[in-house]
């Protein structure tokens, strides 16, 4: 059974302010499984957009891990970053929008699971 997905974006937060990254949540969607999307701001106009993976390549022994995959190889100028939540959360207005800012662009996502 996965996370609902508020328990996960508050431990998500935790873990980002313990390692003294600001982050917040924009937008609150669906309390047991709205999608997440985590918006890493570069502070220099940058960011990058992790979004849910797509159930491919979920791995069905563990199927109640929250796995991201970034929206683009690199960094993209935040205006992209914003036009692509504005989509999303058109097709799915129950989504989560999460924030953090960091320049190296740490996401820990990788260490994420839930």
Request: with cysteine; charged share 30%; proline share 7%.
């Amino acid at each position: 059974m996965r996370l609902k997905s508020s328990i996960w974006v508050a431990a998500y937060l935790r873990r980002c302010q313990n390692e003294g990254i600001f982050g917040a949540v924009r937008k609150r969607g669906a309390e047991e499984a709205g999608a997440v999307f985590v918006k890493v701001a570069l502070l220099d106009g940058n960011a990058v957009l992790y979004a849910p993976a797509p159930q491919t390549v979920y791995d069905e022994s563990r199927p109640a891990e929250r796995l991201f995959a970034p929206a683009s190889p690199q960094p993209v100028p935040e205006q992209s970053v914003e036009e692509r939540l504005a989509k999303e959360l058109r097709f799915d207005p129950d989504a989560w929008i999460v924030e953090t800012e960091d320049r190296a662009g740490r996401h820990f996502l990788d260490l994420a699971k839930g």
